[in-house]
């Protein structure tokens, strides 16, 4: 199955839609049943092709670097779908207002959104939850390749997508 739709923009501004599947590298050389798998992909491209996305790919860990590996890796789980009451956007927008508030490279990642969850009264692993679903919305920004997201590193720093308020963390 496909794990990424993206969209993109090229150089005149026209969008158009890219279709990325995820798989290690050994699984494209050294697995057993590689006849088969390449037949599935060759199905899975032409249904893409058949649904007007013609941009259709297979990306490996080897093409994206360690840190946006290990950051996609941390992100997926939990991140890509919201629980109901996280997805308010009250909710959202004062975890967002908060997060900007105390981000800071002086402390941990855990230690910020543990304050965050603290001060809006949300359990510390719906925070965390929270944190990476607003990244995959693209609420919450970093430098997804060069900055490893771990809870126990430097917060990285943050930029909010938001443009109502003048939000941005150090």
Not at 2 to 18: N, Y
Not at 34 to 63: C, H, P
Not at 148 to 153: D, G, H, M, V, Y
Request: proline residues 2%; charged residues 25%; glycine residues 4%.
């Amino acid at each position: 199955p496909t794990d990424f739709l993206i969209t993109c923009t090229d150089a005149a501004g026209q969008k158009h839609t890219a279709a990325r599947t995820l798989k290690y590298s050994d699984e494209l050389t050294t697995d057993k049943n590689l006849q088969r798998r390449l037949e599935k992909f060759e199905l899975e491209k032409a249904l893409w092709a058949s649904n007007g996305v013609n941009d259709w790919g297979i990306v490996t860990e080897n093409m994206l670097g360690r840190a946006l590996t290990r950051n996609l890796e941390w992100l997926r789980q939990g991140g890509m779908s919201q629980q109901r009451h996280l997805a308010q956007p009250d909710v959202q927008r004062l975890f967002l207002d908060h997060l900007a508030f105390f981000a800071s490279a002086d402390r941990t990642l855990a230690s910020v959104i543990r304050t965050v969850a603290s001060t809006i009264r949300l359990p510390y692993s719906d925070a965390v939850m929270l944190f990476k679903h607003l990244v995959w919305q693209k609420a919450i920004m970093f430098d997804i390749q060069g900055v490893e997201l771990q809870l126990s590193r430097s917060c990285p720093s943050l930029t909010f997508s938001d443009q109502s308020s003048s939000r941005k963390a150090a």
